[in-house]
Structures are given as C-alpha cells and as structure tokens.
C-alpha cells in the first residue's frame, strides 16, 4: 500500500513539472534578452552572479546566477516564481523592481519557457546587431 502511494505522489509531481501554470507567452512580438537584461543588472546581480562571491552574495545559493541569457533559461520556471509579475520573493530588499519591470520579466519567461518546450536553441537567437562598435 505504502509503495503504490508514493508511486502516486511520484506521478503528481511529474504532472506539475509538464504544466508549471506559467501565464502564455503574449501574441505579437515577444520581449527579447537585451529587454530583460537591465533587470536582472539591477535587481539580481548583486547577490546571483557568479562574478560575487562568499559574503557579498547576501546568502544567495552559490549555483543560483543569472549572468547570461543561458543561465536565465536554465532557471526559467525558478525565476518566474519568484519574480515575475504578482510574484515579490525575489529581489528581497529595495531597489525592487516596478509592476511594469516585472510583468515584462514575466512575459519574457513565459514565451523562452515556450520556446525551450518547443525545442528551440538555449540560449535564445539574438536579433542581428548594428555594426557599431560597443
Ligand atoms: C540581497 C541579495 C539578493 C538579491 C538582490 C536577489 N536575491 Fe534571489 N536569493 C537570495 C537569497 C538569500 C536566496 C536564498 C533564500 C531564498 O530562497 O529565499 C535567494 C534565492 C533565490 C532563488 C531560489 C534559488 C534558485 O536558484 O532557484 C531564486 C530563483 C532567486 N533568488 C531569484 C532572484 C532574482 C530573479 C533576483 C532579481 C530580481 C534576485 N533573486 C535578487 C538573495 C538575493
């Protein structure tokens, strides 16, 4: 009895991974990395990168970094949970994100978590850039 329960529970937790619940990726043209990437310099960076380390990191998790696109993907539904619009876990002090930086993190995360389903390259294609040296 005690195995087929916990076969059970296995089976659930499994359903919640394939369908997280994130809110879908919006029609029209989807927020891209360099729309997100101030968010993450302003808000995340102090404590999750893997530039900063031992005190400095304010306790965040040592593998927990969003320095790139790529490490954002790979934390996608993590991120998304904890500071995505409606969700204010994460930053855990001020400077804190507005309603509008957040819905916008928001849809980012919605539309990579749908692409990444969908098998497309990880990290995202990034548009053409001008020729413009930085
Ligand atoms: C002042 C330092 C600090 C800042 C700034 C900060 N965090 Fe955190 N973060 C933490 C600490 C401490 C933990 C571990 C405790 C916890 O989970 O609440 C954590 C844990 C997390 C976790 C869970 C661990 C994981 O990798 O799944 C996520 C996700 C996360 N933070 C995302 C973010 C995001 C996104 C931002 C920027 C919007 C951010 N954090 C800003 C300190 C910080």
């Known amino acids: 009895m005690r195995r087929i329960v916990f076969s059970l529970l296995f089976v ?3 359903q919640l991974q394939a369908n997280p619940g994130l809110d879908p990726c919006p029609t029209g ?4 990395w360099q729309d997100v990437q101030p968010f993450f310099e302003n808000y995340c960076h102090r404590c999750h990168h893997s ?10 998790p040592i593998l927990s970094n969003f320095d790139n696109a790529k490490m954002v993907d790979d934390a996608v539904t993590r991120i998304y949970w904890r500071s995505a619009h409606g969700r204010h876990s994460m930053p855990p002090a001020p400077p804190s994100p507005t309603a509008a930086e957040r819905k916008l993190l928001g849809d ?8 990444l389903q969908n098998g497309e390259p990880n990290p995202p294609r990034q548009p053409k850039q001008g020729t413009l040296p930085r």
């Open 12 to 14: 659930s937790a499994c």
């Open 29 to 32: 043209a989807a927020p891209q």
């Open 51 to 60: 530039g900063i380390a031992g005190d400095q990191r304010g306790g965040a």
């Open 108 to 115: 980012y995360l919605s539309c990579r978590f749908e692409a």
